[in-house]
């Protein structure tokens, strides 16, 4: 990523919450559920956990893509909003 100064800092913002916030709320998510389903049977509390555990893995495999990418911001988010 590229220093834009301040723009590019709110672009580098939106282009992590694309990539790697969802991930980071759901994995929150996830494992606070498991976390106070205390009448659930066991095996699924583990089972929701791990999906828990697995999404803050996701956010941080997707962090990591986005420090080590040669890419500018501007660009990385141009062709986010084509895909869609």
Known sequence: MTNDGVGGMWDGCELWLRRAGGLLLMGAA???????????????????????????VGCGVETWKLMRSRESTKAALDREEAAG
């Open 30 to 56: 996830l494992t606070g559920y498991a976390a106070v389903r205390e009448h659930w049977w066991l095996p699924w509390r583990l089972l929701v956990l791990v999906g828990g555990v697995g999404a803050f």
